[in-house]
């Protein structure tokens, strides 16, 4: 099992969140520039759990130097607090396509950022696809599924981990468990609470 997990979050721990950090930077600058200065001798009022900017109804895209969509953040609404430095959107969904022009989504009823995307929470509905690369019954890489009500990703550590239930699909393959912690790094993944898992020999898989 521990070669399969491996290559399940290959390149996409480190493609998604810096994806994500990209398009929240350019966010972050056309905030700036289109927000109008303060007062110079307005008083600096002390930070409290108030949004400090917003958008409502966005699509944030990044492109690569050719000109090519490399990433896109969508929402319904996303707040800024300036006491926690986190983003908090609504309705999150996301889009990253990696050098090889694999796409992976993930979108979620609510989702919280780090200040540089360091940390990626999806919240309900989480879901985080990876598309598969390739044709063919047996393709490179098979499409990838994660499905739970949480999944927290640490973009610099390299884990994901999750204290409720979660669902893994990769191609014909299915795991389930109540928790999940992976190490992209060790390579080692812990399931705990009711595990279940289903391969599928290659030769059936649909």
Request: proline share 6%; charged share 20%; hydrophobic share 45%.
């Amino acid at each position: 099992m521990k070669p399969l997990l491996a290559a399940l979050w290959d390149r996409f721990l480190l493609s998604l969140p810096v994806a994500l950090m990209s398009v929240l930077a350019l966010g972050s600058y056309w905030l700036v520039r289109t927000t109008p200065q303060a007062p110079a001798l307005a008083p600096v009022a002390a930070a409290g759990h108030t949004p400090d900017y917003f958008m409502e109804n966005f699509s944030i895209k990044s492109f690569d130097a050719k000109g090519r969509l490399h990433a896109e953040v969508m929402g319904a609404a996303a707040k800024h607090f300036a006491d926690t430095q986190w983003t908090e959107i609504d309705a999150i969904a996301l889009r990253s396509v990696d050098e090889k022009g694999r796409l992976t989504q993930a979108s979620a009823k609510r989702g919280l950022t780090s200040e540089d995307a360091s940390e990626v929470q999806l919240l309900g509905k989480a879901l985080i696809v990876r598309e598969a690369q390739g044709a063919g019954p047996t393709p490179e890489s098979p499409r990838m599924e994660f499905r739970g009500e949480f999944l927290h990703v640490f973009a610099k550590q390299e884990l994901v981990r999750s204290h409720l239930p979660v669902e893994l699909r990769h191609g014909a393959h299915r795991f389930t468990a109540d928790a999940l912690d992976y190490d992209n790094v060790t390579q080692v993944a812990q399931f705990t609470g009711r595990v279940h898992a289903t391969l599928v020999p290659a030769n059936t898989a649909p």
